[in-house]
């Protein structure tokens, strides 16, 4: 069965430094997404793009953050300086048809 | 905004059934999602209500009204394996999934 990978599992970063987080949604989806969660709190939006743009974005998704679909494969979210309220798991997801979307196994993201 | 609540934490027995609620409050419902996610693991879809009813899939049920902005998620014949976060989610729109803070079961035996 087709499934959302994302790449690393598990990332350490010092504060102020930029970190790329990486995923491969399922190949026939068109939506795509990225969400935080900060532990013991709930899953929050922060991007979705489609077409090659992203369509929305939270207020969580500021300037710090940007994504990217660099090779029509690869989905990723840059964070270019990171704070130390940036770590939380961050899920990639994917959607054919904006119902039932899949989620990959997420990358915890540890900001010192 | 949208404003979910579910209760934090439930308890139930091996075997037993359970229901859990979501109430939200939304303009422009477009549907109500019910995600279930395991502790360290990813959330992983449950069920979909964009009508009134009960919507069934094996021993999971999720009910809507969207009158009352209420929904609830029924496990039946429940397995220690159900033990997880049940999380639900609203739609408005075409905006993306607002996430409630989930509802933590325990099955105990």
């Known amino acids: 069965e087709p499934e959302v990978t994302q790449t690393p599992s598990h990332q350490v970063t010092q504060m102020g430094q930029e970190v790329i987080l990486r995923c491969v949604p399922i190949s026939n989806h068109l939506y795509f997404y990225w969400y935080r969660q900060i532990l013991g709190q709930k899953v929050e939006f922060l991007v979705s793009f489609y077409n090659n743009e992203i369509s929305e974005k939270s207020e969580i998704f500021d300037d710090q953050f940007s994504v990217e679909r660099p090779d029509g494969s690869n989905f990723t979210l840059k964070i270019r300086s990171t704070k130390l309220e940036d770590s939380a798991m961050y899920f990639c997801?994917?959607?054919?048809?904006?119902?039932?979307?899949?989620f990959g196994p997420g990358t915890r993201l540890t900001v010192t | 905004g949208q404003n979910i609540d579910q209760p934090t934490e439930m308890t139930a027995t091996e075997g037993a059934i359970v229901q859990i609620n979501c109430t939200y409050q939304t303009s422009g419902f477009n549907g109500l999602f019910w995600y279930q996610q395991h502790a360290g693991e990813a959330p992983t879809f449950l069920s979909y209500?964009?009508?009134?009813g009960l919507e069934e899939k094996g021993r999971f049920s999720s009910f809507l009204s969207r009158s009352k902005g209420y929904s609830y998620l029924l496990l039946k014949e429940l397995q220690m394996k159900d033990s997880a976060s049940y999380l639900c989610?609203?739609?408005?729109?075409?905006?993306?999934?607002?996430f409630g803070k989930g509802t933590r079961l325990s099955v105990i035996a």
């Open positions: 209500n964009v009508l009134d």
């Open positions: 989610a609203v739609r408005s729109g075409n905006t993306p999934l607002v």
């Open positions: 997801a994917s959607t054919a048809g904006r119902i039932e979307q899949y």
